[in-house]
């Protein structure tokens, strides 16, 4: 094995709350202060939300830039923000887009499902792991491949989240297709959901691989109680994961987690017994598709 392993961080996602863990970093001190922590253990690669005052999903371009810049006063420029453009049924696409135009960051992840949706936008949300989806919208679809192709030609570092077997199959098609540029670029897989009920294992993980046709560089994260199954069977086979308190509150061992810094600790040992060291910024860079 022992080839570069991302460990990306993903401290407070859309919706959970102070409520879900006191831990959980929502102002932006408490977020600079989670990024800093992460970058001092080996962590490259953020994935960054923010959230207005009373702890609301936000794409707002000022606030993004403002957190952008309050991270990189703290720890430099090194470490890669990857903004995300996360509906939660309150944007839409053409808000998305507009949003990462404005803000120009380094990196951003985008969801197919979201940025083409079909007759139920948010769909995201709670529902099967392997449901068929249809991008009839010929709109939608013109306005994304714009959008890509712009990414693309802006040098940002473009993650495609894909959340089921279906949107496997969608991605190559849309490849194939050139919605997508073929260039270099990543993706996500999300084995499992926002809502309590669904515990995806690593059996899932094997299915999403056994459709993957491309050259990309993937990472996994995972939602209940068997993530690090998840993410151990990740690294296991050559891919780079995210952890956090957006997707998991639990350790291993089904106990809370006290913090962000303790679900790093605990991937960084298995990645160190799986012999996968930690990548450094430009090799981060390189594995998420920097042209």
Known sequence: ???????????????????????????????????????DMGVTLLHLHIRTDDGKHSLDAATYKHTIAAIQRAIGKQMVIQMTTESVGVYSPQQQIAAVK????????????????????????????????????PLYESAASEFFHWLR????????????????????????REIIPADDHSVL??????????????????QYLSLWERSQSWMVCAFGQHEFDCLQSAVSNGG?????????????????????????MQSKKMADQLNRPLADSEQTRIILGAI
């Open 240 to 264: 780079h994961i995210r952890v956090g308190f957006e997707n998991c509150l639990l350790m291993r061992d089904g106990t809370v987690a006290e913090s962000n810094q303790a679900l790093i």
């Open 153 to 176: 030609d802006e040098k940002i570092m473009v993650q495609y989240i894909l959340f089921s077997v279906a949107e496997i199959e969608r991605y190559h098609q849309l490849l194939n």
């Open 1 to 39: 094995m022992n080839s570069p392993l991302i460990i990306a961080l993903a401290p407070n996602g859309a919706t959970k709350q102070k409520t879900d863990h006191p831990g959980l970093p929502l102002s932006l001190n408490e977020i600079v202060d989670a990024a800093s922590a992460a970058w």
């Open 189 to 206: 897989f999300v084995l499992g959901r926002y809502t309590k009920t669904t515990n995806p294992d690593a059996k899932l993980l094997s």
């Open 102 to 137: 404005s803000i120009r960051p380094e990196a951003v992840s985008v969801a197919l499902r979201e940025l083409i949706p079909n007759s139920s936008p948010n769909s995201s949300y709670g529902n099967s792991l392997y449901e068929s989806q249809t991008y009839e919208n």
